[in-house]
């Protein structure tokens, strides 16, 4: 029979690093390199290895994602079975959501990567390629989104978050947890989560708005509402506390900021949805929600920033940003 063939694409990463003299490590393999560390993978698929960049995961941007997603949609539209991005764990819960926005058809794209490096004892990167690329070679894998696999747990893009700063056990997902596991040699799933609606891709060389993150605690004095509009952000997100409060000091500001750009309201909290309709004390999600900004409902803040950005390049108004952040409750 013939192999089904998969497009890896390697970015960098932890799993790509080895140690250099008098440094840590540092990004150092190539994708033919990772392919050829993992035992038992060419008899699972064929593999077609690239590099296009050697990062590390914080380093990655959004251009680099937007152009990330037309090398798998040009290879998608050919005869790949499906495609396996390689990268730092840093940011990999933000490339499988972008990736879930912005490529299309129905063919498996994973998003993997590692906690250890190369040269780590118990190094868990070619297991967690073997487990990607046994995902993106099974069949009745289309339609189900872009996913993110490591420790051989299949977890949906929109939910997966990094939840530990070393262990390989790092990736969660809220409310539902994995909604499969690689075993066996093959692809388990007891749950089945919607691709995000498609957004169209921009240029590759055109620079998306800025959008600013603004992240506020106990005794926070606001002044960075102030300086968002005065730095040329074209929309921000609020990470609020609980279910998304800020100190009632701040509410003048927020609102005149509202008023300038799209505001998003998002909370620092971990798991659970922003709220909508129960606190009513100035500060609370009622009173912020009235002054026209918009609740992420249970998107975590690094994705409600991606998002809002994906949302303005391409024009969103506010009517379109607020029915798309809807459908995360």
């Known amino acids: 029979m013939t192999q089904p063939r998969v497009l890896l694409l390697a970015l960098g990463g932890t ?79 933000e490339t499988a959501f972008v990736l879930d926005c912005l490529v299309g058809g129905v063919k498996p794209v994973v998003v993997t990567g590692a906690m250890r490096g190369p040269e780590a004892a118990g190094a868990d990167g070619p297991a967690n390629i073997l487990a990607a690329v046994t995902y993106a070679a099974s069949p009745g894998m289309e339609g189900r989104g872009v996913v993110a696999i490591l420790n051989d747990e299949i977890h949906a893009a929109r939910y997966v978050r990094k939840g530990h700063t070393g262990l390989t056990s790092a990736f969660t997902s809220s409310p539902q947890g994995p909604i499969g596991f690689v075993l066996e040699g093959r692809a388990l799933m007891h749950a089945r989560t919607e691709p995000m609606p498609k957004l169209p891709r921009t240029p590759e060389d055109a620079e998306p708005p800025a959008v600013a993150l603004v992240t506020l605690g106990l005794g926070d004095d606001g002044r960075m509402i102030e300086a968002v509009s005065s730095l040329g952000y074209a929309g921000a997100v609020v990470v609020g506390m609980g279910a998304g409060h800020v100190p009632s000091a701040h509410v003048p500001r927020l609102s005149a900021l509202a008023e300038q750009m799209p505001v998003v309201l998002s909370t620092r909290v971990a798991n659970g949805p922003v709220f909508t309709g129960t606190y009513g004390f100035p500060g609370s999600e009622t009173d912020l929600l009235a002054r026209g900004i918009i609740p992420s409902g249970s998107l975590g803040f690094a994705k409600a920033r991606l998002l809002l950005q994906m949302q303005l390049s391409i024009g969103y108004d506010r009517k379109e940003i607020k029915s798309a952040f809807s459908r995360f409750y």
């Open 15 to 93: 799993i790509s690093m080895k140690g250099a003299p008098g440094r840590g490590i540092v990004p150092t393999l190539t994708g033919a390199d990772l392919v050829a560390a993992v035992p038992g993978l060419s008899a699972v698929a064929e593999i077609e290895a690239r590099s296009p960049y050697q990062l590390p995961g914080a380093s990655l941007t959004f251009s680099h994602l937007n152009a990330l997603a037309g090398m798998i949609d040009a290879a998608l539209a050919d005869d790949f079975a499906g495609a396996v991005v390689v990268q730092g764990t840093d940011t990999i819960e």
